[in-house]
């Protein structure tokens, strides 16, 4: 009773939450490549330096330019919300450029090495590399779920345990496990802040 409690607690909050997230359709009817993404507009480039460097107070100013821009430059041209990338990098690695996980997973947005070389990532670790790369993964994972009624929550679960697993769970009727709850909140916590 207090998991399934809990459950409907957290299902609760990530619903509330998810109002403010851009929609993402893979091409909304008018959409044209060239156009520039609104979405990306919603973060304000001084706002978004000044958190890169509140969560990562290491990181050399130029970097955290580089960050801020890349960003708001790749949100722009994919139509993603631009503080969605941003909290998720600062979730993956507190947008730090030379993270690296114990399972190899490199860079900014974590990416695996099979994952970034089939995104075209030679280098994860390249600062504009990475959040192309991140920043095109998360697309696609948006697009691949953005018909399930929890598809934002399922994408973002996605960049973390994998797509197949999470279609093996969603096709399976099971919800999201806590582990992946708290890493959905973990972004959500700090897209509001953001």
């Keep these: ?3 399934l409690l809990g459950l409907s607690l957290i299902t609760l909050t990530l619903t509330a939450c998810m109002p403010r997230l851009a929609s993402y359709e893979a091409d909304p009817p008018g959409y044209r490549a060239s156009d520039p993404a609104p979405s990306a507009e919603n973060l304000e480039r001084e706002r978004l330096y000044s958190y890169i460097r509140g969560r990562n107070p290491w990181i050399e100013a130029d970097a955290a330019n580089r960050i801020a821009d890349g960003i708001l430059r790749w949100s722009g041209q994919l139509s993603l919300d631009a503080r969605l990338v941003a909290a998720l990098i600062a979730t993956e690695s507190s947008f730090n450029p030379k993270a690296k996980s114990k399972v190899g997973a490199m860079g900014l947005g ?3 090495p099979g994952t970034a070389k089939d995104l075209g990532v030679a280098d994860a670790y390249d600062i504009d590399q990475n959040l192309k790369g991140t920043a095109n993964y998360l697309s696609w994972l948006l697009r691949n779920w953005q018909a399930h009624p929890q598809g934002r929550a399922y994408a973002l679960a996605s960049y973390n345990w994998g797509i197949g697993t999470m279609k093996r769970q969603a096709a ?3 919800s999201l496990t806590s ?6 909140r973990k972004i959500l916590v700090h897209y509001e802040k953001l």
């Design 110 to 112: 974590q990416l695996m």
């Design 172 to 174: 399976a009727g099971e």
């Design 179 to 184: 582990a992946q709850e708290g890493y959905v």
């Design 1 to 3: 009773m207090r998991r």
